[in-house]
């Protein structure tokens, strides 16, 4: 006797489950203060967390990882940039197949050189970890959103990550990582949006041409942007804003002359030293993005500057007690 349809054991369909202790999970976005691009060969970089950064919230159903500020939605199987990084991250971590989804929320602007796709892998392998019931450890974190960051920029040097990971200010380099400065103080920094998107990718690979083209030239600007790293380290420690503003400007000189600066950059930073700043540059990959620029006492004065300029502006703070 064959059972009939009502008799016959039910499959209800099931969606994929995250693990009990799933949870939304955050990572910082950075500023660099001094040292990018020399940083990918070999020189430390100062450069501090924010206190803006990513949020990236387990969704259940299939494992999509959907970033509604990009109109994006990928599988980890698909060919865009942003479904390779994810699956970068995923082969990184060997997870075959996690058991829900992902939702982006990013509070603070993508595109701009503030490290938001290094904090959005980080904090993506930081709610990884308890949906699929793995405990993670600051080893896998850096791991994982390097393979996820090569895919986004290319040559990267790890200090985006690297500072999305551990939060705080320091100074990083290719060899030790990151290590945690002793800031006596905030560092007060108004941060402006050229309004074009930086270029990390495509300036890093015009280093390396120029790199290639004139090898003694170039090297020698890098150990300058050391020297000047040596120097801001050296400022920060003794709270002589003068002296950091003063490297900063010469950074910016450098990096100019590495073309990895822009016309809306170099007009920001003349803007902000009109304004009475110490010292402005670019922060991050350059090619547009943001400014940063160091004012004390004259904050209000660089952000009505930039803002009466119609560039996106605000104030913000590394290193102690930020
Ligand atoms: C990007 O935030 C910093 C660069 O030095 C690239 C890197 O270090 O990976 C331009």
Known sequence: MTPRAADAPQKTPTQPRAAAGARAAFAPGKVILLGEHAVV???????????????????????????????????????????????????????????????????????????????????????????????????????????????????????????????????FTRKDGFQPLPAPRPIRLVVGHTGRARDTQGRVMRVAEIERERPDETRLRFAAIGALVERAERAIG????????????????????????????????????GAGALGAKLTGGGGGGCVIALAPDREEAVLAAWRGAGHEAFVTAVGAGA
């Open 238 to 273: 003794s709270g002589d804003l003068d002296e950091l503003g003063a490297a900063m400007n010469e950074n910016q000189r450098e990096l100019e002359a590495l073309e990895v600066s822009c016309p809306e950059i170099e007009a920001l930073c003349r803007e902000a030293r």
């Open 41 to 171: 060969y070999g020189v430390p970089a100062l450069a501090g967390a924010l206190a803006a950064g990513v949020r990236v919230k387990p969704a259940p159903g299939a494992p999509t990882l959907c970033v509604p500020a990009w109109g994006l939605a990928v599988d980890p199987a698909e060919a865009p940039p942003l479904a390779r990084a994810y699956r970068a991250i995923l082969e990184a971590l060997a997870i075959e197949r996690p058991p829900c989804g992902f939702e982006v929320e990013f509070e603070l602007p993508t595109g701009a050189g503030l490290g938001s796709s290094a904090a959005l892998s980080v904090a993506l392998v930081r709610a990884l970890g308890p949906a699929c019931g793995r405990s993670l450890e600051r080893a896998d974190e850096l791991r994982a959103a390097m393979a996820a960051e090569s895919v986004f920029h290319g040559r990267a040097s790890g200090i985006d990550h690297a500072v999305a990971a551990h939060g705080g200010f320091g100074r």
